[in-house]
């Protein structure tokens, strides 16, 4: 099998690592979105808090860095990177992962007792909005 | 704050790395690589024709790149990070040699800040 033959395994397990990178996302953003805001969080609910930044460091983080690693393979390989819906799609991925550092530090602090859920309203629609854009840029490649 | 004192309060309250550790090493990954992109890899494309240096070592040097950032957001998102601290650290990435600085910068802030 040569390199080329490889390529639709590569872009299967880039797009799986995007689906499970954004389940865990918008999933633990909904849970963050639940807790009450600006206030300590109970036992109950630094438990939870515990458990989902244990799903996020198990789960959702290494496969952000699947997404990573397939995504600059599949780029170099295709020689995609001087495309402009590339460009612009990196745009969109460097905010989700952004998100999702703030987030998985956040969940980290509120894991071990330190930290109030800040802002969460808003998160979820750009998260939303930055997937949807990022699916349609991967797969229309408009410009 | 030594090296040795930073590595003894390294781990969070549950025994896990502390953020700042991370980000030390993140920062250190990221500016070795692009020190080896801008010192090596370059000059061997340009001067011997090796465009097979620029070809690897860009990419790894991408993949650095976007881990010293989220490591970067992960650690600010406490909110205790003055805006300059953030851009100073997220500019030193685009900096070639820079990011070697960026350890003392942290260890620095980290002072400044209290133990966190």
Redesign the interface.
């Known amino acids: 099998m040569t390199f080329y033959e490889f390529l639709p395994w590569l872009t299967g397990l880039h797009v799986a690592a995007v689906l499970v990178f954004a389940g865990g996302l918008v999933g633990e953003t909904i849970i963050l979105a639940a807790l009450p805001q600006n206030q300590s969080l109970s036992q109950e609910q630094q438990n939870l808090a515990a458990f989902v930044h244990r799903l996020d460091r198990r789960l959702t983080a290494p496969a952000l860095l699947l997404v990573w690693i397939l995504g600059i393979t599949l780029a170099v390989t295709m020689g995609w990177f001087s495309e402009t819906w590339l460009q612009v799609k990196l745009v969109f991925v460097l905010i989700l992962s952004a998100l999702h550092g703030m987030q998985s530090g956040l969940l980290r602090r509120l894991a071990n007792g330190s930290g109030q859920v800040r802002g969460q309203a808003l998160r979820l629609t750009i998260i939303l909005a930055a997937f949807v854009l990022v699916a349609i840029l991967a797969v229309v490649k408009p410009f | 704050m030594t090296g040795q004192e930073l590595a003894q309060e390294a781990r969070?309250?549950?025994g896990?790395r502390s953020?700042i550790k991370w980000l030390v090493a993140a920062s250190l990954f990221e500016a070795v690589t692009l020190a080896l992109l801008v010192c090596v890899a370059v000059p061997l494309k340009h001067a011997a024709g090796f465009e097979i240096a620029t070809?690897i070592m860009?990419?790894v040097h991408?993949?650095a790149f976007?881990?010293y950032?989220?490591?970067?957001?992960?650690?600010?998102?406490?909110g205790s990070w003055k805006a300059s601290a953030i851009a100073r650290l997220v500019l030193s990435a685009f900096v070639p040699f820079a990011g070697f600085l960026t350890p003392r910068f942290i260890r620095h802030q980290r002072g400044a800040l209290g133990r966190r």
């Not at chain 2, 950032?69 to 406490?78: G, K, P, Q, Y």
């Open positions: 969070e309250p549950n896990e953020p070809k860009g990419p991408g993949l976007l881990i950032l989220w490591t970067v957001f992960n650690t600010v998102s406490d």
